[in-house]
């Protein structure tokens, strides 16, 4: 069983950039897809980032792309969103998830469905 850990979250001010983290233990990583979903309050979870399980393929939501990346690092069994230029649309709830059923060398999954492990959560803050 996979488990996920975020961190990296914070109180920031509209136009800086943090680095979230999340730390999975229990499978190996490097034959997994990754995403990062968030949820706003009174929202709905939504997807924002995906990478595939080979790390060549990548999607993001509209909104981020071009101020966000994913990234994983294997041997530290992390995958890393980089958040460039926030603003304060962008504060929510950010969960990590990984998929391990029914995947493909090449594919991303961006709906929540979609994955079968989940992290806990950190909390991103954007001031204006």
């Known amino acids: 069983q996979v488990q996920l850990v975020e961190s990296g979250g914070g109180l920031v001010q509209a136009g800086a950039s943090l680095k979230l983290q999340c730390a999975a233990s229990?499978?190996?990583?490097?034959?997994?897809?990754m995403g990062w979903f968030r949820q706003a309050p009174g929202k709905e979870r939504e997807f924002v980032a995906a990478?595939?399980?080979?790390?060549?393929?990548?999607n993001y939501i509209n909104s981020v792309r071009g101020r966000f990346t994913i990234s994983r690092d294997n041997a530290k069994n992390t995958v890393y969103l980089q958040m460039n230029s926030l603003k304060p649309e962008d504060t929510a709830v950010y969960y990590c998830?990984?998929?391990?059923?029914?995947?493909?060398?090449?594919?991303?999954?961006?709906?929540?469905?979609?994955?079968?492990?989940w992290g806990q959560g950190t909390q991103v803050t954007i001031s204006s």
């Open positions: 998830a990984v998929r391990d059923t029914d995947f493909t060398r090449h594919s991303y999954y961006t709906r929540t469905n979609d994955y079968d492990y």
């Open positions: 990478m595939s399980m080979s790390g060549v393929v990548t």
């Open positions: 229990g499978r190996t990583f490097s034959n997994l897809p």
